[in-house]
């Protein structure tokens, strides 16, 4: 079959992948050009790559997806400009070591967003310029980090501000996991809620779809995307993947009954959460405009490492082989 999935999807929204700029030049690179149509770099863009020193930007891995993008006609989602993990080691403190007020952190958050966004004007069509934001936990609201404890909320009204004055044509998104648990959907609703009656330039709601085999339910699925939408926002599924153990995020170790292995239950499972998943998005082709996997292969997924280490993982719809599982066929054939 020469088609591919944005080939299946192109009447409904681009089908984008995280990449590295080595999986670009690895034998992943036939499948990501039949296949995808839209790109995200996995860590490359990220503030403690991209950004190591102050003032010292590392451009070339995030450049070689960039051009790997423009070469292949493929769109280009930035990821992402504010973020508390995967920050530079400066980022927070002075010359001796204490922590910068502020006024200087907002300095320097402004002038991460204006160099790196600037750099990609015209080439990267939509930022996920907040990321992680809400906590996960009912009974607070922000997620407490260096950013929320020297800056309280307004650093994320300010991030929206710094990039839409870079690039007024990009689409900027807040980005974020676990969106459909009601609670944490609440929590986020009611911020973007609160940025967009103050003008604050926001244009869409990144739902990252760390999912798996037992969650989300269909219901759930929907009612997170109706949520969204009735804001006047964009809704993207922006680091879909469909994990075969079940989602529990504050895990650390593995559990002895989990098998390591792609049995056939786990596969039975994931083919109809895939289907679900594509028949809902398909149903919301209006407000659904793209949707992005997170790597491409089960050859090798960031779940292998995480939320524990040494517990493989099976969570994408290219199995270890780059050939496409039978979850493949369920989301291109309908
Ligand atoms: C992950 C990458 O896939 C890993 O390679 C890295 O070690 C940690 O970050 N939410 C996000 C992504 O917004 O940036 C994360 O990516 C996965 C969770």
Known sequence: DNKGLKDYYAGY????????????KGPEAELIRKHFNSLTAENAMKMGPIHPEEGR????????????????????????????????????????????????????????ITEVVTRYKGKIYAWDVV?????????KFYRDSKWYSICGEDFIAKAFQYAHEADPDALLFYNDYNTESPGKRDRIHQMVTALIDKGVPIHGIGLQGHWSIYEPSERELRFSIDKFAALGLKVQIT?????????EHSRREPRPDEPNKFTP???????????MIFRVLRNYKDSVTG??????????????????????NYPLLFDQNLQPKKAYWKVVKF
């Open 131 to 139: 990321n992680e934001v809400i906590d996960d936990n009912d009974s």
């Open 57 to 112: 930007y590392n451009w070339a891995p995030a450049d070689a997806i960039v051009n790997f993008a423009q070469e292949n006609g493929m769109r280009m989602r930035g990821h992402t400009l504010c973020w508390h993990n995967q920050t530079p080691d400066w980022l927070f403190v002075d010359k001796d070591g204490k922590t910068v007020s502020k006024e200087v952190l907002l300095q320097r958050l402004k002038a991460h």
């Open 265 to 275: 239950e786990m596969e039975q499972k994931q083919i109809t959460q895939y289907g």
């Open 13 to 24: 929204f681009p089908m984008g992948v995280a990449v590295s700029p080595q999986v670009l």
């Open 291 to 312: 949707v992005t996997f997170w790597n491409v292969s089960d050859k090798h997924s960031w779940l292998d490492s995480f939320p524990v280490r040494d517990r493989k």
């Open 239 to 247: 680091e879909l993947d469909v994990s075969v153990y079940p989602l």
